[in-house]
């Protein structure tokens, strides 16, 4: 039994939620809620794997497991439900039918070498990051791709993967986005899914030298939460599927929280 608690950690009603989903078909050597919470504190605190604290269960238990929900979806179906209760309990339909994207460019490391570019605009060597929200800020989805690859262009070729993939995407009738945004995607988006594109030019507030835009600020919120996870705050990661893993996990960390 741990007697050392984490902020990251589960709470009882949480784990709950959470624990039905996990596709486990034996009995485990191990609480299967101590393994998500050392998962939680990594993404928190950023350390290596090596050095999760050793109240928690053997590092290479907790990564098997972590890359075992990486690859079979685990992750994206708590993620999924997390949010679908989080819209309920704010009185909104479980599927949105609006939702805001944008894309962040994270510096990459010594670790993450791999699908690795230059973002031309912010002279950032690393990935980006793409995010759709809802308008309450839970991240619907997400992709990695390399920092010189363009918004308009890369988010419609992916939306045609997340789209079919993603059941909370199935009434999204209008997509906030900032100019990156136009041209192909805005098109492709209403002629192929019947998808509006606004694209909001004229600030509604501006505090200091940032102005803010109609529910664009929103996405931008939602990526300050992500990059709170110190495992978030650069890329550290060898696959952009672990990038992306990370950035799911991060709102469910927080989704959890508010259960």
Not at 39 to 59: A, Q
Not at 90 to 103: G, H, L, N, V
Not at 216 to 233: H, K, Q
Request: net charge positive; with cysteine.
């Amino acid at each position: 039994m741990r007697i050392k608690t984490y902020s990251s950690d589960l709470s009882a009603k949480s784990w709950q939620v959470i624990k039905n989903i996990l596709p486990v078909k034996r009995k485990s050597k191990w609480d299967l809620s101590e393994i998500v919470n050392a998962i939680f504190y990594l993404t928190k605190n950023g350390c290596v794997w090596r050095d999760i604290p050793g109240e928690f269960p053997p590092w290479q238990t907790v990564y098997w497991y972590y890359r075992q929900w990486v690859k079979d979806g685990t992750w994206d179906n708590i993620n999924r439900l997390l949010i679908a209760n989080n819209r309920m309990m704010e009185d909104k339909e479980w599927q949105p039918t609006t939702a805001i994207i944008d894309s962040q460019t994270t510096k990459n490391t010594s670790t993450s070498t791999e699908n690795i570019g230059v973002d031309g605009g912010k002279l950032i060597k690393g990935r980006k990051r793409f995010y759709v929200v809802d308008t309450l800020g839970n991240l619907l989805d997400s992709f990695v791709v390399p920092a010189n690859s363009y918004d308009g262009t890369t988010a419609i070729k992916h939306w045609k993967i997340i789209y079919s993939e993603n059941e909370l995407l199935e009434n999204i009738q209008c997509i906030y986005a900032d100019g990156t945004f136009g041209g192909t995607f805005r098109r492709q988006m209403k002629t192929k899914y019947e998808i509006e594109v606004e694209i909001p030019i004229i600030p509604i507030a501006q505090k200091g030298k940032v102005e803010i835009h109609e529910k664009r600020w929103i996405v931008e919120r939602t990526i300050a939460w992500t990059l709170n996870n110190r495992r978030c705050s650069k890329d550290y990661e060898r696959k952009t599927e672990n990038a992306n893993a990370y950035m799911i996990i991060a709102n469910i960390m927080r989704l959890a929280k508010k259960i």
